[in-house]
């Protein structure tokens, strides 16, 4: 599949960013955007099983943490600890983003 037919990837879609960032997507391309039970962002074997399967062209991560007691939206650390290194990883493997030449 070239890069152009593959989806993006956008996490957080149900926050205020990804909320935003879903029709913005969607004028490029099919966009897939996974529940929390469908992706669990704290675990990088579920993460990294699903990028493989999913093989998209962009991954965009606005998923943050929320502590609606606190009122406060922080990034979770294993969030945003796994997303780089498992995405990379596998952009590795499947040329994600890589430049055609």
């Known amino acids: 599949m070239s890069g152009i037919n593959r989806p ?4 957080g ?8 960032l879903l029709p913005l997507l969607q004028k ?8 929390r039970s469908e992706l669990d962002l704290g ?4 993460i990294h099983s699903y990028v ?7 991954i965009v991560n606005p998923a943050a943490y929320a502590d609606p007691l606190a009122q406060v939206r922080l990034p979770g650390p294993e969030i945003h600890g796994n997303i780089p290194d498992v995405s990379g990883e596998t952009a590795h493997q499947f040329t994600l983003g890589s430049p055609s030449r």
Do not use: E, F
């Open 52 to 58: 493989q399967a999913v093989n998209p062209r962009w």
């Open 13 to 20: 879609v149900h926050g205020r960013v990804g909320g935003y």
């Open 8 to 11: 993006i990837l956008l996490t």
């Open 28 to 35: 490029m391309g099919d966009v897939v955007t996974p529940t």
């Open 43 to 46: 675990d990088a074997g579920t």
